[in-house]
């Protein structure tokens, strides 16, 4: 299968890494095809995530795009949709790039979040609401370009979407294709907060590095519980508050987060 054209300088890689105070932020970098994924990104993304996950001195992930767009899904210019003597295998490249890619993200054993600088749209949008965090510049957009292209939503987009917006907001979006400005998306509910696009590397920066002081595990935890309530009845999600908290209290992060409140001073946490 012959490489996707890059779009980028041939310099530059698709998929940029940095790594500070405990925050290591990843930036799809195919500016001028809006960040969209090809394979060489997959091949460079999947294995940034899981060397972060390895990595004890990681604390928080941060994903953004580099130039005007966040990321524009998936390239309908690579030959892994275009297909070759026939219909491209899309279930094939689900299944080799987009369900690892969620499962990852929301398998982290710490924070991530979406600096959403620009348009989302197609598995760009899901991939950004996988995230435990999704912060947008104003002038972002959020786009579930699929209907356009005779597709539904993928990389967990109809199981995010309902759960995030309700059935009713989930389907019109999906179905339409329709944009959503940022300050729309914070109203309904589908991401955390938009700033003034000047602002959005500071605040994301801000957010990440208090994140990154804070107990990991419990953090990565919360995120496991909230999701597994989804789908539990109110006692089932009780007795699975006990559990985690059983096995928490049980860790060195409480321990430490106790004693620091006690003697009033700041809590070094380190479980991962
Ligand atoms: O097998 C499988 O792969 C299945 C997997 C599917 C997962 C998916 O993500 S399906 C959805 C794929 N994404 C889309 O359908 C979105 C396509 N893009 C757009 O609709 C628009 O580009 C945007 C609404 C996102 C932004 O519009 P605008 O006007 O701001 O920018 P533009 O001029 O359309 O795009 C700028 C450049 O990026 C342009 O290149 P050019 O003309 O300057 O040389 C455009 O072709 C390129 N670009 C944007 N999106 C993609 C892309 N190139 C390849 N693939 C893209 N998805």
Redesign the pocket.
Known sequence: MPPVPDRSSPAETPVLLDRAEGVLTITLNRP???N?FTQAMHGLLLPALDAAEADAQVKVVVITGAGRGFC??????DP??AGTDGP?D?AA??ERY?RPLANRVRSMPVPVIAAVNG?A????VNFALCCDIVIAARSASF?Q??S??G?VP?CAGTWLLPRLVGRARALALAMTGDKLSAEEAVQMGLIWRCVDDAALGDEVKALAVRLAKMPSQALAQTRLALDAAMTMDFDAALVNEAQVQGRLGAAHDFVEGVSAFRAKRAPVFRDR
């Open positions: 001028a095809a809006l969209s524009a899904g998936q390239d309908l210019n892994a949709m491209p899309v490249v689900i987009y348009v749209a197609g598995a760009g786009i370009a699929f356009k292209i597709l993928d």
